[in-house]
């Protein structure tokens, strides 16, 4: 069936440099995707999103990039830091009702300082 | 503005049993989603409430219910609970006037274990 997935499960960074997630999703009409971390012991907190109208969208060290074609979304984090290190998860709007937002399984992001 | 509070935040029960867990959404947030988040499925849609009525509806047995207040705060059920109940479950508020314009909050989720 269609899903959102993520290609790697776990990703081991040095502190400093840039990290990048990627996300694959398989339903070309779905038209709004974000992206949210989850810190140990906490829920998922929303750090950026983008429609599927865009490219690209910039916040504060993070980037994300939708690439419609291959239908694939990436985040990227610049410089970065130990408190970057969680589960990053990206999820897909399928549709207006809530039950079509579809969360990819995660990666996990590990700082090494 | 508070975030989304969940009471409580670590549940051990056994077999059998049942449980009730609490949301109270931000203020003025109308819709309410669960969620069950475990390592083997990631995050599985449960339901969503908006307005006292549950408006969408996950894969999931009649065992889990829930139901939402007048104030948007909502409450979750699991009844004749399984091993497989274990789970953190999460709630998510945001204002409800459809997904494809919001994003979630979520809160710190309740941990389940069933013994």
Not at chain 1, 68 to 94: M, W
Not at chain 2, 6 to 15: D, E, G, H, S, V
Not at chain 2, 31 to 50: A, I
């Amino acid at each position: 069936g269609e899903s959102v997935g993520l290609h790697l499960p776990t990703l081991s960074v040095q502190e400093g440099d840039n990290s990048i997630i990627n996300c694959a999703y398989s339903n070309s009409a779905s038209d709004y995707f974000i992206w949210y971390k989850q810190e140990s012991g906490k829920g998922p907190q929303f750090i950026i999103d983008i429609r599927s109208n865009m490219d690209k969208r910039q916040g504060q060290r993070v980037t994300v990039l939708l690439n419609k074609t291959v239908k694939h979304l990436s985040l990227q984090i610049a410089a970065t830091q130990p408190g970057d290190s969680a589960v990053y998860f990206c999820a897909e709007n399928r549709g207006t009702s809530y039950d079509k937002v579809i969360f990819g399984p995660g990666t996990s992001l590990s700082v090494i300082p | 503005k508070a975030g989304v509070t969940q009471t409580p935040r670590y549940l051990i029960k056994t077999r059998g049993q049942q449980v009730t867990l609490s949301c109270s959404p931000i203020s003025g947030h109308r819709s309410v989603s669960w969620y069950q988040q475990t390592p083997g499925q990631g995050l599985q849609f449960l339901f969503e409430y908006f307005s006292e009525t549950q408006r969408n509806k996950g894969n999931f047995p009649g065992r889990f219910s829930g139901r939402q207040f007048s104030n948007s705060r909502s409450e979750m059920n699991v009844s004749t609970l399984e091993l497989g109940d274990s789970a953190l479950y999460l709630c998510a508020s945001s204002p409800g006037q459809g997904a494809t314009n919001e994003k979630l909050f979520f809160g710190s989720g309740t941990q389940l274990s069933v013994l």
